[in-house]
């Protein structure tokens, strides 16, 4: 499944396509299913890295700085100069501006992974990008949209997500790496609950697609008007990352998953806020869901392009540039 995983998620994918237009009504109980199946994904993505590696990954200041300028400098800049080519509908406008806002908590670590890049960074950052956007997406919605439209999106959604969706599994993450730290019991059930990354993945994607696509509609234009944006921003961002990693000097592994972290976005995690919206902005949710549909497919391509944007350094090169 490791091997194939990319396949996989398309498969996924396409599936909960296929459950969204034969079985609408199965929309609203798959909806609920979400949050349970993203946090069992989130505590498995966890248990991968000890807690004593973590804390160490913390430590590393020029990585967290890169990725916290990448995601909430730069970032912000590339949607400003794309939110011109935005519809003019504000609740398609606000579905934009809150999954591409917002950093990638989850399967970034996975691409990111496949393609060479630290997870282990990536890890150890997750709370603190998942804090930091939490604090600053108010501040952005107010600059783009205005005070009105700034007040539809409530806090208390988010501060749900970080305990449920970080804060829970991290710690029975750590509780089970604990336990198997002693026992023979706890070793295996931590095994076997690695194994079940690809499945709970798939089981993400195909439920977050079968759950929205039947709220689409006859707003299925709008959704696919910003599909372009979506395509754009994952290239631009690719290279922004790039340039963001040279500016702070790091490896090739660091500098990978700088370019995953600010091209990924926090669409699973976002999702609940979306669908806390006001009725009116219903459409939203779609938006947010069709930023997966995109990015899944762009991280295919990005897992097999980054090691060539983020070359490893030859190592005549990496002593004369220590010289």
């Known amino acids: 499944m490791d091997h194939h995983q990319v396949a996989i998620y398309l498969a996924a994918m396409a599936a909960g396509g296929l459950v969204g237009a034969l079985a609408p009504a199965a929309g609203p109980g798959l909806e609920h299913a ?52 935005l519809p003019a509908d504000q609740a398609v406008r606000v579905g934009v501006l809150l999954v591409l806002l917002c950093p990638c908590v989850d399967y ?31 501040g952005f919605l107010y600059l783009f949209l205005g005070p009105g439209l700034a007040d539809v999106v409530e806090v208390g959604p988010f501060v749900e997500a970080f305990v449920v969706l970080i804060a829970v599994p991290l710690a029975l993450a750590w509780a089970l790496q604990a336990w ?30 079968a759950s929205q696509l039947p709220k689409l509609g006859d707003r299925l234009t709008d959704v696919a008007a910003v599909i372009p944006v979506y395509v754009v921003f994952l290239v631009v961002m690719a290279f922004a990352g790039k340039g963001v990693a040279a500016l702070f000097r ?15 976005r926090n669409s699973l995690v976002v999702l609940p806020l979306a669908l806390a919206l006001p009725d009116a902005f219903a459409v939203a949710a779609a938006v947010v869901v069709a930023q997966t549909l995109v990015e899944v497919v762009g991280m295919v391509a990005c897992v ?9 350094r030859a190592p005549a090169a990496a002593g004369t540039a220590a010289r």
């Open 34 to 85: 979400i949050n349970p199946v993203l946090g069992a994904l989130l505590f498995v993505t966890f248990l991968q890295v000890p807690a004593a590696e973590l804390v160490r990954s913390l430590r590393d200041g020029r990585f967290l700085a890169a990725a916290l300028v990448v995601n909430f400098a730069v970032v912000p800049l590339v949607v400003a100069a794309l939110f011109a080519f």
């Open 108 to 138: 970034v670590i996975v691409f990111s992974g496949l393609a060479g890049g630290s997870a282990r960074r990536l890890l150890a950052a997750t709370p603190l990008l998942l804090v930091a956007q939490m604090l600053l997406l108010p």
């Open 180 to 209: 198997a730290a002693l026992r023979p019991a706890g070793r295996r059930v931590s095994a076997a609950a690695g194994t079940t990354m690809v499945p709970l993945m798939a089981a993400v994607l195909l439920t977050v697609v």
């Open 250 to 264: 790091l490896d090739a592994p660091a500098g990978r998953a700088v370019v995953f972290t600010g091209a990924t």
């Open 304 to 312: 097999r392009l980054v090691p060539r944007l983020v070359p490893e």
